[in-house]
T-cell receptor, first 114, second 115 residues
Framework: AQKVTQAQTEISVVEKEDVTLDCVYETRDTTYYLFWYKQPPSGELVFLIRRNSFDEQNEISGRYSWNFQKSTSSFNFTITASQVVDSAVYFCALRNTGRRALTFGSGTRLQVQP | EAGVAQSPRYKIIEKRQSVAFWCNPISGHATLYWYQQILGQGPKLLIQFQNNGVVDDSQLPKDRFSAERLKGVDSTLKIQPAKLEDSAVYLC?????????????FGQGTRLTVV
């Protein structure tokens, strides 16, 4: 069985603050992929990043960065200098070789106040 | 490149009525998914198609839900009869292949309210 846990239900920050969204996963597979999606009020899930289980190198893309730690089964997402447009629900998801569909966490709602 | 198209965007029906949702995936995408997203939760897979064959429908309530993907392109999801607990957003997604690394692209969803 596989599971994704996002313990933070809602986070509120003021613009320009840094914010980290936590994601913890469970899987018995040795080969798997982790994803982050953003869901703005329009409802469409927007792909942000994909990371495979063999690549623990952290990644930075503009104001976004991801910290993958296999030892703690975590794949955390940090937004630096947050902006109002970052307000959305963020989902962490897992896919393994046995089950090709994504298993999503329950999401973290981020509110960035001006 | 056009994204995943879904219709209608919103639907309100009474319990025990039937309803159908339509999805047109990104051109060339062989894999199509239907997810159910209940308010405050993450999306949950209902059914996955590879071309026009079903890959995974283990979480589809088959007594009331059905889905088809004729000719391996468009897909429809039907609920008959609807229950109050079916109120949710129904998301369609597609990916180029079913390899584990393939990212899925999502439509805007259909918000269903059952009253």
């Amino acid at each position: 069985a596989q599971k994704v846990t996002q313990a933070q239900t809602e986070i509120s920050v003021v613009e320009k603050e840094d914010v980290t969204l936590d994601c913890v996963y469970e899987t018995r597979d040795t080969t798997y992929y982790l994803f982050w999606y953003k869901q703005p009020p329009s409802g469409e899930l927007v792909f942000l990043i994909r990371r495979n289980s063999f690549d623990e190198q952290n990644e930075i893309s503009g104001r976004y960065s991801w910290n993958f730690q296999k030892s703690t089964s975590s794949f955390n997402f940090t937004i630096t200098a947050s902006q109002v447009v970052d307000s959305a629900v963020y989902f962490c998801a897992l896919r393994n070789t046995g089950r090709r569909a994504l298993t999503f966490g329950s999401g973290t709602r981020l509110q960035v106040q001006p | 490149e056009a994204g995943v198209a879904q219709s209608p965007r919103y639907k309100i029906i009474e319990k025990r009525q039937s309803v159908a949702f339509w999805c047109n995936p990104i051109s060339g995408h062989a894999t199509l998914y239907w997810y159910q997203q209940i308010l405050g939760q993450g999306p949950k897979l209902l059914i996955q198609f590879q071309n026009n064959g079903v890959v995974d429908d283990s979480q589809l309530p088959k007594d009331r839900f059905s889905a088809e993907r004729l000719k391996g392109v468009d897909s429809t999801l039907k609920i008959q009869p609807a229950k109050l607990e079916d109120s949710a957003v129904y998301l369609c997604a597609s990916s180029l292949a079913q390899q584990v690394e393939s990212e899925a692209f999502f439509g805007q969803g259909t918000r269903l309210t059952v009253v």
